[in-house]
């Protein structure tokens, strides 16, 4: 009966179908690859063939994730904790590594090789007020810093040298004054995606607030007016005055215009010099600072780990994952991955991914590294869409009491 | 109703006929227990299990994994004072009702039209229900790009200000996109079910009426309209729980923005629930939405099968 | 309503009968509903003229200059949609039989016995469902699914076919009440029991309400994206729609690569679509009469 043959097919299709998904077979070992980082999908997933051939005993399903943060928390709650994890460096790697979800690297070998300041920022991300507890659960793997972006040839033409960029702020501010008068877009905004917004935020408020100043927001002596409110105004000065015309582009859109020259500066990190790459590969770029005060000897760069590598804590192959780790960690695996996205390698002797880069690194060499300050405020907050409101409308004060009242709303209700 | 023999056991003056249970006590075959009970068995274990459980959790400070404590209504106070998940609920009810009265009204427009003497019937009615057949999410990344980019080149081009920038990052017409996309999936749907409805109407009323020389106009609201009632009714209330529920348009065209103002009550709770950490607070926030939506549906209900002339 | 319901299948062809023999066609109304059809066909135009395009010249509607078929090829590749449509496939067809195989015998129990307080609590239980809104359970689901090692293609299937049940008895309910009982009356006297009078005479007799069952189920299978994004752990389980979500970041600005892909994932329900379009349209629309 067509009922029977139906239940059969049926059931036939499904056995196939589950048969992708068994575990291992006598002697393989399938490892489960968790990654965050959609720029390096074909990367990573490349790497991981690679290491099949070497290693034929082992299997690794390479699981690129779009939205890394609910779907690793996803797969906390069904119980299926990766065995090999890279992470980006914020606020939600910190929260899962308090929960004890990742392996603990503190005392391994290969923390004295490397860069203590990536090291340090690693270990600060822990969300814990106990300093004890602030240990290392992953291997920076990749460094990023935001600053901006230099579109060398645009410079050039309008007769600036993009070898020598703005040292203060006021510098900064004649440049794009320079730029507006000749015509030239200085500033390519990305509204349309708005936690590009979050980018200049955090480049500027490197230099403008240290990270020590946090704790004495979560201890409330201090609030957001305190600590943001030099940064409102530049930002607002910035987006108001210095934009083309239709701010309200997606990233990729933006990434796009400044390939094509449509602009001088695009205000983000380091991350995004792949993709303009992508569209332009001759592309003649540069990378800088932006600066934030008038002291150039106070400025500071906001740099983070971009791309984190760990392993589950509680992961039931750790031989063969640490086997996978090791390996991605090799010099010229993580030489190939700093040059193909253009990030800083994690190692003591800093290479440069790309000649770009050079312009920040002696910031680098000198250990002036300040993290993201928006890996400070809880995640829930919805910066990006209070900062759109802010550059649209210049208001300073609601846009701090929005900042506060949110954190103090959160703090409120973190009750563990 | 059957088995009109037996009566309960309620007391009724001796002047009142025999009154009949509403209920039969006939013995059933076990095998319609058979039918239904381990699939009732199975619903509770994969919906009403898990929906206790969600409601369980909002009353601790779980994040979804690791260990937890109970809190008591702490979330609950919490959100109540949250500005964030009011506007949530408030634009979530807004554009309900916009999407609801579309679908419906547009809907009902175009079965009207698609039943009476037009040419290629068929080949429209197919035209007309293609929106359904399309994966919310895909189609809603395809709008999102026509609202982000030809529309505001079309905008600027015929000098119409307030299309000239992408409507999605404007806080004030961010919610346009969204209803606009749902009104025009639902009205495949909406435009078939009328259209089911219309066909059921004999054609002698409307030759009868016509002889009585009665004008369109009245035809509808005289004849038509009463007719379908039920239809009315049910494509109501499912519309309005279905649009209640928005989020894969959220999620393709605006994912919240900006700045949080469309974001609906769904994606609300997804986003802050599950990928923010905010699990038990949002889950609080589930099980308020889950009784305005028990409340409404009822509300519903009652109001419509009262004008129901069946 | 009854007598409308037996009615409906004929009702509907002697409607069309008599308009064909009626020649009396008003062209204005014509051309308004054409106009208005083109609400639903120019996204669709925009999409395939986009998919075409090289990036440079994406964002207009005019048509393209260069035919650029590789964009296909690329997002083809990027999506492994060979992959990703097997999957869908997998769980729609199986997610169909199996929703046929059981919901349907759900709903003729309860409509047999609405006279039964147990039953008719039952009916209330099952419709109760409709209203629970997803997004309370999806993480509990998503546990259970996870410590029950159904976070697979299984497990939705599953899913798919019990999380059904609410309104495929709302819908079917109608449709068997309106099946006389005599029918079943004659077979059981002949010594059947109920199990065998619901293979033999009722699921045939419910052939049309279960082809709108079929349809609905499927569409809401392959379609669905929220479902599987928390359900499925592997990605090489990903539906359609899912990798569409996953990939969504990963396209950069090639949008004619992205929109090649929109358009792959549309293709499948929309080929099916122009063959069985009538029987589709036809099978909603009597799910519509209850």
């Known amino acids: 009966m067509i009922r029977r043959t139906a239940t059969a097919v049926c059931v036939t299709a499904m056995g196939l179908g589950m048969a992708g998904c068994g575990t291992s077979n006598a002697g393989t070992v399938t490892l489960d690859f968790f990654q965050y980082k959609a720029e390096a999908a074909d990367w990573f997933t490349a790497k991981a063939r690679e290491f099949e051939k070497t290693h034929p005993n082992i299997k690794i399903n390479v699981n690129n994730s779009s939205d890394a943060t609910t779907d690793l928390r996803t797969r906390l709650v069904k119980s299926r904790e990766p065995d090999i994890i890279t992470i980006n460096g914020d606020i939600n790697f910190g929260m899962l590594a308090e929960a004890g979800v990742f392996h603990d690297f503190t005392d391994d070998k290969i923390v004295d090789e490397l860069n203590p300041g990536m090291v340090k920022i690693a270990k600060s991300l822990v969300q814990t007020t106990d300093q004890s507890k602030k240990r290392l659960y992953t291997i920076p793997y990749a460094g990023n810093a935001s600053g901006y972006i230099i579109n060398a040839d645009v410079w050039k ?74 940064v409102s105004d530049k930002l607002v000065e910035i987006y108001q005055n210095y934009t083309q015309k239709n701010p309200a582009v997606t990233y990729q859109q933006a990434t796009q215009d400044i390939a094509a020259g449509k602009a001088a500066i695009l205000p983000l990190g380091t991350y995004a010099i792949p993709q303009i790459r992508l569209i332009n590969k001759n592309a003649n770029l540069r990378f800088a600072q932006m600066p ?125 | ?242 649009s209640l529920g928005a989020f894969d348009q959220v999620m393709a065209l605006t994912k919240g923005g900006p700045d949080s103002k469309t974001e609906t009550v769904s994606y609300l709770i997804f986003q802050n629930g599950l990928g923010n950490g905010e699990y038990s607070y949002q889950m609080a926030n589930a099980v308020t939405f889950f009784i305005v939506l028990a409340v409404l549906a009822f509300v519903q209900l009652k109001f419509f099968s009262g004008k129901e002339k069946v | ?79 492994n949609y060979p992959k990703a449509a097997l999957n869908s496939a997998i769980i729609t067809v199986c997610a169909v039989v199996l929703t046929l195989l059981t919901n349907t015998f759900v709903a003729y129990a309860v409509a047999r016995n609405m006279d039964k307080r147990f039953f008719r609590f039952l009916y209330y239980f099952f419709l109760a469902m409709m209203f629970v809104p997803f997004t309370v359970i999806m993480l509990p689901i998503a546990k259970e699914m996870g410590s029950l090692h159904l976070d697979n293609q299984l497990g939705l299937i599953i899913l798919y076919t019990i999380l059904g049940i609410g309104s495929n008895l709302f819908i079917a309910i109608g449709f068997i009440r309106s099946i006389p009982v005599s029918l079943e009356e004659a077979t059981r006297i002949d010594g059947a029991s109920t199990w065998r009078i619901f293979w033999t005479v009722i699921f045939p007799l419910m052939g ?56 792959m994932a549309m293709a499948p329900v929309l080929i099916v679509y122009v063959f069985a379009q009538k029987w589709v349209v036809g099978g909603v629309m009597r799910g519509a009469v209850k």
């Not at chain 2, 013995?27 to 919906?47: E, G, N």
């Open chain 3, 1 to 79: 309503m009854t007598s409308a319901n037996a009615s409906i299948a004929t009702k509907g062809s002697t409607n069309t009968t008599k308009y064909r023999k009626d020649r009396n066609i008003n062209w204005w109304l014509t051309a308004a509903v054409a106009v208005l059809s083109l609400t639903v066909l120019v996204p669709l135009y925009f999409t395939v003229v986009t998919a075409l395009k090289t990036p440079g010249e994406a964002g207009t509607f005019t048509l393209p200059t260069t035919w650029e078929w590789h964009n296909f090829v690329d997002a083809w590749n990027k999506v």
């Open chain 1, 292 to 416: 934030a005060t008038n002291n150039a000897k106070e400025q500071q760069l906001t740099a983070g780990d971009d791309v984190m590598l760990t392993m589950g804590a509680h992961t039931k192959h750790e031989k063969e994952a640490r086997e996978f780790v090791d390996f991605l960690m090799s010099d010229e695996n993580v030489k190939d991955y700093s040059k193909q996205q253009s990030a800083f390698s994690p190692y003591k002797n800093t290479y440069v991914g790309d000649e770009a880069l050079n312009g920040v690194l002696s910031f680098y060499k000198a250990g002036k590294l300040t993290d993201f300050c928006d890996h400070y405020v809880p995640a829930s907050i919805n910066i990006a869409g209070f900062l759109q409101t802010l550059i649209q409308t210049g208001n300073k004060t609601k846009f701090l009491n929005s900042m506060q009242s949110e954190y103090d709303k959160i703090e409120a209700r973190n009750f563990r």
């Open chain 1, 157 to 230: 033409a309008a007769g600036e040298d993009p070898n020598n960029p703005p040292k203060t702020w006021d510098e900064f501010i004649s440049l794009l004054k320079r730029f507006k008068a000749k015509g030239v877009v200085p500033i390519e905004a990305s509204t349309g995606d708005p936690w590009t917004i979050q980018a200049p935020l955090s480049s500027l408020n490197s230099t403008l607030v240290p990270e020590s100043e946090y704790s004495y927001l979560k201890d409330g002596t201090k609030t957001f007016s305190d600590l943001w409110d030099p």
């Open chain 3, 208 to 263: 049309p309400i279960n082809a709108t069952i079929a349809i609905l189920t499927a569409l809401w299978a392959w379609n669905d994206f929220l479902l599987p994004l928390i359900t499925l752990t592997d990605q090489s389980n990903q539906t359609i729609p899912l990798a569409q979500y996953v990939f969504q970041s990963q396209f950069t600005s090639n949008y004619p690569m992205a929109f090649a892909s929109y358009l």
């Open chain 2, 1 to 242: 109703m059957r088995g009109g023999n037996d009566m309960t056991g309620k007391a009724t003056s001796a002047a009142k006929p025999k009154k009949v249970s509403k209920f039969s006590k006939r013995k059933v075959d076990p095998a319609f227990y058979w039918m239904t009970v381990p699939a009732a068995i199975l619903v509770a274990a994969f919906l009403y299990w898990p929906f206790l459980q969600g409601a369980a959790y909002s009353f601790t400070n779980s994040q979804g994994y690791g260990d937890f404590k109970f809190i008591g209504f702490k979330n609950y106070i919490a959100m109540f004072q949250d500005a964030r998940v009011g506007h949530a609920y408030v634009f979530t009810i807004f554009i309900a009702i916009l999407i609801t009265l579309g679908t419906n009204l547009i809907g009902m427009f175009l079965a009207v039209l698609l039943n009476s003497k037009i040419a290629f019937k068929n080949g429209f009615r197919a035209i007309f229900f293609i929106p359904y057949t399309l994966s919310v999410l895909v189609i809603g990344y395809v709008f999102k790009y026509i609202f982000m980019t030809p529309l505001p080149a079309l905008g600027q081009a015929l000098h119409i200000d307030w299309l000239s920038t992408s409507m999605i990052s404007d806080p004030n017409l961010a919610w346009f996109p969204i209803v606009f996309l749902s009104i025009w999936q639902g009205v495949a749907y909406s435009t078939l079910l009328y259209l089911a409805g219309l066909q059921t109407i004999d054609n002698e009323i409307y030759e009868a009426a016509a002889i009585d020389g009665v004008s369109p106009w009245q035809n509808f609201w005289q004849i038509t309209f009463p007719l379908i009632g039920p239809f009315v009714t049910i494509n109501m209330v499912l519309s309005l729980k279905n």
